[in-house]
């Protein structure tokens, strides 16, 4: 398999090349030539490896369609390493429940860091670490967090050998049990920074620093943010063993609903249905930072600035402009490249937005491609966690609650829907306590995390300051 820039730059990559890089040279984001297409007789196949074998083994049958650059056993050890069910609680590792008939839950949140970026960050931990031992290199990780990625991404690499961690995160912005997750951490090789600022200064540093290309070149700085295609390539497989768990039969059709920030989860929906996966709707559920709702109503892409960016009680959601949009753009406008490169470059830059409506080509696409969408506000989120509580008694987070919500308006009959959980309630305590009037569950592992000595250094939103403690932590 070899991978292209949505872009149209002429070089073409393998897995591993890209593995430990950001954007492609020309500043598109890397996507396979083609997707492997998914037979009947492979899916039933699939359908025994989850059921006998396990998740492990599944996720190896999806990646080694995608990875040929890594011999097939150690490919497998890494994925039988990285999916266990001491890391994810559970022998499934992705349980579906029911919420109420129709309506299914998929858990992705039971990994190390109770949201499903694990899903994708534990793996991409073993691939750093074993792609670096091959090629005898070491790689610093700069990051820019306002919860979940930054945690996620402390907990996989953490003991990783070759890789440091270096994560700004806004100091005092982020939810206590996530301030006590990250900074409970006691690894040599993981750096918390406190900025003192809000998230967009702890990104622009991680941006100057990056842009210092003598810099990042000498101090082998890298990211792990979620255009990163191995993370995408991870998830698609949780889309599969949803699938598998839903329906008793190959022929039967289910549709999924995904709590929507950066487009990096849904993205991998996309891929899994344009690999032949029986799925009927992408539900694309937004909070009130709605530029993707709005997009698949009305095919306008407008990117907000930051003063337009709500803080809301789905903060995970709360974003700007969609990092992984333009690989699904690619797709949906043929794979025209150089119109791509025209409408996230200069069209972008100069519009801070783009118009689709007027072609109608497109807009009947995204009913080819499955996709609708739907948004939740704060007052519809707490009603969501009240009624699934006092229906169900079921806990829900915000970010899962946005998904019933869009869920709910947009199922069919006879089609079961997926809601994919993307967090546990107890990392959003205090709007579960605002629509419960109590504290949310806290599984057993994290008594008393708030109360562990802390790692972590106040600096204030300066770029030299960062980057004078990154040259100390790597000598
Ligand atoms: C990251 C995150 C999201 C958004 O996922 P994207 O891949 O950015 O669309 C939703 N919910 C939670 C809890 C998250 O951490």
Same mark, same amino acid.
């Given at each position: 398999? @070899? ?11 393998? &897995? ?53 650059? =890594? ?56 691939? &750093?670490?074993?792609?670096? *031992? /091959? ?97 995408? %390539? ?21 549709? &999924? ?15 899994? @249905? ?7 709707? %992408? ?35 709360? =974003? ?14 043929? @794979? ?31 009913? @080819? ?16 966690i009240r009624?699934a509580f006092?229906?169900q008694g079921e806990m829900i987070d915000?970010?899962t609650a946005?998904?019933? *919500?869009?869920? /709910? ?15 546990l309630p107890i990392?959003f305590a205090?709007?579960l306590?605002?629509a419960l009037?109590r504290e949310p569950n806290r ?21 030299? /300051?960062? *980057? ?8």
């Amino acid at each position: 398999m @070899r991978y292209l820039s949505t872009r149209g730059h002429p070089e073409r990559r393998r &897995f591993c090349e890209i593995l430990l890089e950001g954007l492609a040279p020309d500043g598109g984001l890397y996507l396979p030539e083609s997707y492997p297409q998914v037979d009947a007789g492979t899916l039933a196949r699939w359908r025994g490896v989850y059921q006998q074998q396990g998740y492990a083994h599944l996720a190896f049958e999806i990646l080694s369609l995608y990875i040929d650059d =890594i011999p097939a056993d150690d490919l497998r050890g890494l994925c039988v390493r990285t999916y266990t069910e001491a890391v994810f609680g559970t022998p499934a590792i992705v349980p579906v429940r029911e919420l109420e008939p129709g309506l299914l839950i998929e858990a992705l949140s039971n990994g190390p860091t109770l949201a499903f970026k694990d899903m994708a960050m534990q793996l991409l931990g073993h691939l &750093f670490e074993y792609e670096l *031992k /091959r090629r005898g290199e070491e790689l610093n990780i700069l990051g820019a967090t306002s919860g979940d990625t930054g945690s996620a991404a402390e907990y996989a690499m953490r003991g990783k050998r070759g890789v440091r961690v270096f994560m700004t995160s806004p100091d005092g912005r982020m939810s206590p049990f996530q301030q006590a997750q990250m900074f409970s951490l006691q690894d040599a090789n993981i750096h918390n920074l406190a900025i003192q600022g809000v998230f967009d200064d702890c990104q622009d540093i991680v941006k100057a620093v990056s842009n210092d290309l003598a810099f990042k070149r000498r101090y082998r700085i890298g990211t792990v943010n979620s255009i990163n295609w191995a993370r995408l %390539l991870a998830q698609v497989v949780y889309y599969f063993a949803g699938y598998f768990q839903a329906t008793q039969s190959d022929t039967q059709r289910v549709s &999924f609903a995904v709590p929507s920030g950066n487009f990096g989860n849904v993205c991998a929906g996309h891929v899994a @249905r344009m690999m032949g996966l029986p799925v009927e709707r %992408l539900v694309v559920a937004t909070n009130e930072n709605d530029v993707l709702d709005e997009f698949f109503r009305t095919g306008v892409y407008r990117v907000r600035g930051s003063a337009d960016t709500h803080e809301t009680s789905s903060p995970s959601m709360d =974003i700007s402009k969609a990092s992984n949009f333009e690989r699904f753009v690619f797709d949906l406008v043929g @794979r025209d490249a150089a119109l791509t490169a025209e409408l996230f470059g200069p069209r972008l830059s100069r519009d801070g937005m783009f118009d689709l409506s007027g072609d109608a080509r497109f807009l009947q696409q995204f009913a @080819r491609y499955g996709f609708v969408s739907g948004r939740s506000t704060h007052a519809q989120r707490l009603q969501t966690i009240r009624e699934a509580f006092e229906r169900q008694g079921e806990m829900i987070d915000p970010h899962t609650a946005d998904g019933v *919500k869009v869920a /709910r308006e947009q199922s069919q009959a006879g089609v079961p829907m997926i809601v994919l959980e993307t967090a546990l309630p107890i990392k959003f305590a205090s709007t579960l306590v605002e629509a419960l009037g109590r504290e949310p569950n806290r599984p057993a592992r994290f008594n008393g995390i708030e109360q562990l000595p802390r790692r972590v250094l106040v600096l204030p939103a300066d770029v030299q /300051r960062v *980057k004078s403690f990154i040259v100390e932590h790597c000598a």
